[in-house]
C-alpha cells in the first residue's frame, strides 16, 4: 500500500511571537496525522514542546529517552499535555529551530489516542539535544483541534507547524 502526505494546514509565527498555535476542524478523512513543527522560544532558559488534544488538560502520560551527547536519560511522565520534545531559546546559536515530528495514529478512531515523537535541537556553543517520546492520551474521542505551546514564554518569529493527513492508499 502506499502512504499519502497531504497538508491540511500550516502556522508561520508572525513578529512578536505566539503563546500557542493552533488547527482546530481537523478532517476526519485520513488514516493518521503528522505535525511537523520547527521551533524557536523566546525564552532564555530551557522550554518544551507542549500539545493538547481537543483542549483536554488531564490524563496524559508518555516513556521517553533522550541524549546529549555526554550522558542519556530515560523516564516517564504523567502531565495536562502531551510531552513532545525540547525548543531552541534565545540563549542557542542564533537563527536555530528545533525540529520535531509528532506521528498520530488512529487519531479519528475510538481507542486511546497515542503518538510518537522524534525531536532535536541544535546549539553550536553547548550542548544539543535529541529527545524519542511514546505519549498517550486516555480519552476515546476522535482528535479534531491540536495545541501546540512552549513550557514558557511564547513562540520566537518564523517559528513553523504543518499539519498533515496520512492516508493508505
Do not use: C, H, W
Request: aromatic share 10%; charged share 5%.
Amino acid at each position: 500500500m502506499a502512504t499519502t502526505y497531504t497538508l491540511i494546514s500550516s502556522v508561520t509565527v508572525g513578529s512578536g511571537g505566539a503563546a500557542t498555535m493552533t488547527f482546530s476542524s481537523i478532517p476526519q478523512t485520513y488514516t493518521d496525522l503528522l505535525v511537523r513543527v520547527s521551533a524557536r522560544n523566546t525564552s532564555t532558559s530551557g522550554s518544551g514542546l507542549n500539545m493538547r488534544f481537543n483542549s483536554i488538560s488531564s490524563t496524559y502520560s508518555g516513556k521517553y529517552l533522550e541524549g546529549n551527547g555526554a550522558a542519556a536519560s530515560s523516564g516517564s511522565t504523567t502531565t495536562s499535555y502531551f510531552a513532545s520534545g525540547n525548543v531552541n531559546t534565545d540563549n542557542n546559536t542564533a537563527s536555530t529551530f528545533a525540529s520535531t515530528d509528532i506521528y498520530i495514529p488512529n487519531y479519528a478512531g475510538s481507542n486511546n489516542k497515542s503518538g510518537s515523537v522524534d525531536s532535536v535541537y541544535e546549539n553550536n556553543a553547548t550542548t544539543a539535544y535529541i529527545t524519542m517520546i511514546a505519549g498517550l492520551l486516555s480519552n476515546t474521542a476522535a482528535i479534531t483541534q491540536i495545541d501546540i505551546t512552549p513550557s514558557a514564554n511564547s513562540f520566537a518569529q518564523y517559528t513553523t507547524a504543518y499539519l498533515y493527513g496520512i492516508s493508505n492508499a
